[in-house]
């Protein structure tokens, strides 16, 4: 079964940084393009960052130039890097995947969009 994992949510002050990824796991072709969401109480999950599966990235406005996304194909991770974190950061952080995986008793692949658990960031002073 394929998952996708978070992890490295947590506790910090305004302007600490904080890591946190997203492992894919189970029987998979490929990982394609991948996202960072991110979730507030009372608000809409919105796009953070975003990474192809060639390492293309983009950002959303009010993370450019803190953010860093980046992917180890080999360990079907992606990471993100988070600095000068504010208040307005804490959020719940999901992972999003277009994966790769075999059709069953084929040479065939088909695409799904997987979402992982989530993983809580709270930047407090």
């Known amino acids: 079964q394929v998952q996708l994992v978070e992890s490295g949510g947590g506790l910090v002050q305004p302007g600490g940084s904080l890591n946190i990824s997203c492992v894919v796991s189970g029987p998979i072709a490929s990982v394609n393009d991948v996202g960072w969401y991110r979730q507030a109480p009372g608000k809409q999950r919105e796009l953070v960052a975003h990474?192809?599966?060639?390492?293309?990235?983009n950002y959303a406005a009010s993370v450019k130039g803190r953010f860093t996304i980046s992917r180890d194909n080999a360990k079907k991770t992606v990471s993100l890097h988070m600095l000068s974190l504010k208040p307005e950061d804490t959020s719940i952080y999901y992972c999003n995947a277009a994966i790769d995986v075999w059709v069953p008793g084929t040479t065939l692949r088909t695409t799904l969009d997987a979402w992982g658990q989530g993983t809580l960031v709270t930047v407090y002073s």
């Open positions: 990474i192809t599966r060639h390492s293309d990235t």
